[in-house]
Structure formats: structure tokens, C-alpha cells
């Protein structure tokens, strides 16, 4: 158990929907990271929280935003889903958010758009 | 190309048989991961290094930062063993913040 907690685990939905994805980091750990794993694009880093505070941003689009909340737990926003955003979404943690850290993943969430 | 290469994609091996996967990267880090993905799909980290060697259990993870290689050694494989093994490196530059850049993966199958 990595003491990350993601909910919820799979997500069916419907093309042009909203869905907000949930993490509570490990307890202690300040960073959250977001990524994607898609079939086609494999594992992406989407997003990184560190303290409430966003810290880096990698591919993640105009249609998906995030924030870390005070109780340091993080939530993902999906809008105006498409085919293409069927993928598992990960949470990670860290303590701290830097490159020399180890980070704990959630067990993910499968989100299926019909 | 991509930053981060793995090899080989798929590897089946007999119970019992010594396993090794590499991943080659080209650019600088600051530490490499190696993490396992089971066919439930949850990430379990197996190790961060930056420099030399490490062991748990029948698990090895070394690297050779001049060379920008590491490899993971399953010794003794065990059926238990099957599953994606995730080779990913934390970029070493002024604004990388530790997010993770992943390799494909190598998809291990251990028969009895």
C-alpha cells in the first residue's frame, strides 16, 4: 500500500461530460503529481502540485485543469471529454516535489468515455 | 527519438531464469526510476538511484551515468514476477521539478 488514495477507480461517461478525479497524497508528502497512460502515448506527466501552489506543467491540455487544496489532497478536472481522454490517470506523491525524491503512485483511475 | 528507451518490449522467460531489462537514456537526470505495473494496472515504485547499485529481495537496479544505462536483474524469476516493468528518469535542469519522463515499458512473462 502506497498510501496514496485515488477515487474513484473506474469512470464511465459520456462524450462532452465533466469529471473530477480525486487524490489524497501519502501522509507527509506535500507534491502531488498528475499523469496519463494512454495505449497509444504511454505514460505522460500532465500536472505538479507542490503545497497548494501549481510548480510545473507538462502535456496537459486547455480542457483539463487542477488544483491542490489546503488539506493538501488534489483533484483533476476533465471537461468537454472526448474518445481520445479514455486512459488511466495516476496521482503520485512526494514529499516535496523534488527530481531526487521517490514518488508513490495511487492505484489510478480508469476513466472510459462511451 | 525518445528520451527514454527500454529493451526488450517483451521478454518471456522459464521460472527460475535470470532476467535483465535495460533502458537507455539521452539526457541528464537527476535520478532514474524503476517501477512495476500489474495487469490490475496500479504502479508500484521498485527503486530510485542516481549512482551505482541497488538490491531488494531478488531485485537489482544499477546504473552507469557516463554510459546513461541502467538495468534491472530479476534473479531466481517467479510467475509472481509477471507484469510491466517502467524504466523512468527525473530531468536534471533548471526548472524540472521532479515530474517523470517514461519509457515504454517491457512486458515480462514468467512461465512455470
Known amino acids: 500500500d502506497s498510501g496514496v488514495t485515488q477515487t474513484p477507480k473506474h469512470l464511465i461517461t459520456a462524450t462532452g461530460q465533466r469529471v473530477t478525479l480525486r487524490c489524497s497524497p501519502r501522509?507527509?508528502?506535500?507534491?502531488v503529481y498528475w499523469y496519463q497512460q494512454s495505449l497509444d502515448q504511454g505514460l505522460q506527466f500532465l500536472i505538479q502540485?507542490?503545497?497548494?501552489?501549481?510548480?510545473a506543467k507538462g502535456n496537459i491540455l486547455e480542457r483539463f485543469s487542477a488544483q491542490q487544496f489546503p488539506d493538501l489532497h488534489s483533484e483533476l478536472n476533465l471537461s468537454s471529454l472526448e474518445l481520445g481522454d479514455s486512459a488511466l490517470y495516476f496521482c503520485?506523491?512526494?514529499?516535496?516535489?523534488?527530481?531526487?525524491?521517490?514518488?508513490?503512485f495511487g492505484d489510478g483511475t480508469r476513466l472510459s468515455i462511451l | 527519438k525518445n528520451e527514454v528507451e527500454q529493451s526488450p518490449q517483451n521478454l518471456t522467460a522459464q521460472e527460475g531464469e535470470f532476467i535483465t531489462i535495460n533502458c537507455s537514456y539521452s539526457?541528464?537526470?537527476?535520478?532514474l526510476h524503476w517501477l512495476q505495473q500489474h495487469p490490475g494496472g496500479g504502479i508500484v515504485s521498485l527503486f530510485m538511484?542516481?549512482?551505482g547499485k541497488k538490491k531488494h529481495g531478488r531485485l537489482i537496479a544499477t546504473i552507469n551515468i557516463q554510459e546513461k544505462h541502467s538495468s534491472l536483474h530479476i534473479t531466481a524469476s517467479h510467475p509472481r514476477d509477471s507484469a510491466v516493468y517502467i524504466c523512468?528518469?527525473?530531468?536534471?535542469?533548471?526548472?524540472?521539478?521532479?515530474?517523470?519522463?517514461f519509457g515504454k515499458g517491457t512486458k515480462l512473462s514468467v512461465k512455470p
Open positions: 503520485a506523491s512526494s514529499v516535496a516535489g523534488q527530481p531526487y525524491q521517490p514518488q508513490h
Open positions: 501522509s507527509g508528502d506535500l507534491s
Open positions: 502540485y507542490y503545497n497548494g501552489e501549481e510548480r
Open positions: 539526457v541528464g537526470i537527476s535520478a
Open positions: 538511484l542516481s549512482s
Open positions: 523512468a528518469v527525473a530531468l536534471n535542469y533548471g526548472g524540472s521539478q521532479g515530474n517523470l519522463i
